[in-house]
């Protein structure tokens, strides 16, 4: 297969992204218009649809986003919520599904698993040696590894989407958004659901749950999960086998007082990540001499048929308990949490870029501590206000050993650990000065320390340096101020300014290991929501203005010198730099409108636009990337959604739906010197559909769903290697989804 046969298949065209949006702007503006022609028809139309229960009206969501519940559109920040509903019918099980549909949001994979970025605010590495920007929650605990981006996800009540630094609420590492999954919890009715669902790659998923209330103040709620699928490659890989377990207890014993304790565990026992040569036509790739293969696009995806990328069994198991207390003045809540992350990896090094071919197995293994302890105003209170503090401990070790004929260095790194410390006060009030006008102030203090033990042994000699260990220690004080007014019943403008903060490092991968600086960043928002026409028509939108200090970013280099004395002068090895840019900014704007056009006829759509720069690079590597573009951040992305409601006589409801999201181009990587050339870094733009239709029964009993995702089945680079190859998203997926509730 010839390599511009490659292209155009791998970036979906030569079609210009930028004409499209233009058009979606243009249809934004036809919808609004709409909308005000609608706000003037004849009462009659308007009863109508008060006959129809209320489907006419757009459903309000009810979110946590700051630790209270308010309704999404009262809270005055960029949340998208997405409840279990609308991933039924779209066959996402995943939180990487999730967020590949969200226009400001793009996911960058990785070998571990994927790092999130929001408007220009992401951590490029792999999650070992770089903490996310993103910070990703389970039920309020959390997770700082790759892997959990790409977890499944199975009787969930709604995931949040936060937009933007979450400095004062959000106890690590959100610099540029917060992810919060949220699991369904018990209720004081026996009630359960089963769902099933088939698709293409032999796709087998099962999931379940079951609702025991065992008297009055105890019920115990408990979620089970199987799936198999073959791998999206001809070797076998990204091949799912997952096992889940999730069991809640909720014991309320007085009316002012419940204890939710939680057990979740997860475990995949598949093939991995994989890598794909990129039209590699060069030089044989330093330090290696293997063949490429090219990419045939039919089902499965053609790449090297001698081996899968890795056999992993990963498992995640998380202990958590929420206690909760209402004092009448204020609800106290505690919740500690200790999570066991264990990954072991046997890798073929062709797929998985490091060395010549052979295998390689690696364990890592981790422990995380947790513990927030938090005061809140009470839920019908005016005055609204939180203060807590926050505990965060890791420890983790990772070990591995070199695959015969390892011929690029003669040493290794052996026992390598890096513990985390974090601990924080942080307080948030949002005082009304009148009935339609509030001021908002939050502060939070944080204090950070890691560590990382590790040794260097000779492969030939005798040299053995033993455990050694480097320590920073970094602190930090974030803040929010903001004013919101509400212009009308339904309409509220709000504006801010928030910091956000990111702990220090080392890069892991190098000997001895090179610090790298805290990440900083200071956002200024100006946002709207509003809700038209009886409840309709729903227009948010927000501008906003990112300053940033020491961006974090991941850079490879072939040139550090060898830590082992018996290796000959200047031998080199490859490397993975984390780095900080100096001070940058980004900027850009969202919309998100939601309008009902009649009862049945429901049309969505999502605007973004980024325009984000890095600032300067004292590396002499990356100084000629300085005020370029930040990676995985299209200038411009727009998702469209449309779905029909058909009422049959009985009270069965027929869904029919399509979703489009629409991307400028954008580079995936911040290295140009990767050996193959700078083509395979940059992701050209695409557009990517998806279909759905589904059958509920008069009883809202069962229903039966029909999808398919990626209909142009065409691949984005979501990751560029060395060596002219790059990981990729998913090909065309479809299936059917059988779900009973009782």
């Known amino acids: 297969m010839g390599s511009q046969r490659i292209k155009g298949r791998q970036y979906g065209g030569g079609r210009s992204v930028r004409h499209v949006f233009q058009y979606t702007v243009l249809l934004a503006s036809i919808t609004l218009a709409l909308g005000a022609w609608a706000q003037e028809r004849p009462a009659a139309t308007e009863e109508g649809a008060e006959k129809n229960d209320g489907r006419g009206k757009i459903q309000e969501v009810v979110v946590t986003a700051e630790r209270h519940r308010t309704s999404a559109q009262k809270t005055a920040a960029s949340v998208t919520a997405v409840s279990a509903e609308e991933l039924q019918r779209k066959g996402v099980t995943s939180v990487e599904g999730v967020l590949r549909d969200v226009a400001a949001v793009e996911v960058q994979a990785s070998p571990q698993g994927g790092q999130v970025y929001v408007r220009g605010v992401g951590a490029n590495g792999d999650s070992n040696w770089v903490d996310p920007s993103v910070s990703l929650m389970f039920d309020n605990v959390y997770s700082g590894r790759a892997e959990r981006v790409f977890a499944s996800v199975y009787d969930i009540d709604r995931i949040e989407i936060l937009r933007g630094p979450q400095g004062t609420l959000y106890g690590r590492n959100a610099t540029g958004g917060t992810v919060n999954v949220l699991s369904a919890n018990p209720t004081d009715q026996l009630e359960g659901n089963l769902h099933l669902q088939i698709g293409n790659f032999g796709l087998k998923h099962v999931d379940g749950a079951l609702n025991i209330p065992l008297n009055d103040a105890l019920a115990v709620r408990i979620a089970l999960l199987r ?41 995949n026992t598949g093939n991995g990540a994989t890598s794909v040569p990129f039209s590699y036509t060069g030089e044989v790739p330093p330090f290696v001499n293997w063949p490429t293969y090219p990419i045939n696009f039919s089902s499965p995806w053609q790449v090297d048929d001698l081996h899968p990328a890795e056999q992993r069994n990963a498992k995640f198991t998380t202990w958590s308990l929420e206690a909760n207390y209402d004092m009448g003045w204020g609800v106290a809540t505690f919740v500690p949490a200790f999570t066991r992350s264990t990954r072991w990896v046997n890798t073929n090094l062709i797929t998985g870029i490091a060395t010549p071919p052979g295998l390689a197995s690696s364990t890592w293994s981790e422990d995380q501590r947790s513990a927030e302890l938090r005061i809140a105003s009470p839920a019908r209170s005016t005055l609204r206000w939180v203060a807590g503090l926050y505990h965060f401990k890791t420890e983790n070790t990772q070990t591995g050993a070199p695959p015969a004929g390892f011929g690029v260095s003669t040493w290794e790194t052996y026992g390598v650990q890096t513990p985390t410390d974090s601990n924080a006060a942080f307080g948030q009030l949002t005082y009304p000065l009148t009935d339609t006008l509030r001021l908002t102030g939050g502060v939070r203090y944080t204090r950070d320390a890691k560590r990382q033990f590790y040794g260097v042994r000779s492969l030939v000699g005798a040299y053995d340096s033993g455990i050694m260990v480097a320590e920073n220690k970094y602190s930090a004080l974030t803040y ?29 991968t190098t000997t001895p290991p090179v610090p790298y600086e805290p990440e900083k960043l200071t956002a200024f928002e100006l946002g709207s929501k509003n809700s038209f026409l009886d409840g309709r028509l729903q227009v948010n939108a927000e501008l906003y203005l990112y300053r940033y200090n020491n961006y974090q970013v991941q850079y490879p280099d072939f040139a550090a010198p060898s830590p082992n004395p018996d290796d000959a002068p200047g031998a080199t090895y490859f490397a993975q730099f984390v780095v900080n840019a100096d001070t940058g900014k980004n900027k850009g704007g969202e919309v998100e409108a939601k309008y009902r056009l009649t009862p049945d006829d429901e049309f969505r759509i999502g605007l973004s636009y980024t325009h984000a720069r890095y600032g300067h690079f004292s590396q002499p590597a990356l100084a000629y990337l300085s005020g370029t573009a930040v990676t995985n951040t299209p200038r411009s992305a727009a998702t469209i959604g449309y779905k029909h409601e058909f009422v049959m006589a009985d009270g069965a409801v027929l869904t029919a739906g399509a979703s489009t999201k629409l991307s400028e181009g954008y580079r995936v990587v911040l290295s140009r010197g990767m050996p193959g050339g700078d083509q395979h870094v940059y992701q050209r733009g695409y557009h990517r559909s998806d279909l759905h239709l589904s059958y509920l029964s008069p009883k809202e009993e069962w229903t039966v769903s029909a999808w398919a995702r990626n209909l142009e089945n065409k691949a984005q680079v979501a990751n560029a290697l060395p060596f002219g190859r790059v990981q990729i998203t998913d090909p065309r997926t479809f299936g059917i989804d059988l779900s009973y509730k009782f």
Do not use: C, H, W
């Not at 929010?480 to 220090?504: C, F, H, N, P, W």
């Open 227 to 267: 799936e198999k699928r073959d791998g999206y490659f001809s070797n076998g890989s990204v091949a799912s086998d997952l096992k889940g377990a999730r069991v809640k207890a909720l014991l309320k014993p007085a009316r002012d007082f419940f204890v939710l304790a939680t057990f979740d565990t997860i475990r």
């Open 480 to 508: 929010k101020a903001g004013i919101e007014i509400d212009l009308a019943r339904t309409s509220m403008l709000y504006a801010q300014v928030a910091s956000g903060y990111k702990a220090g490092g080392f890069s892991t």
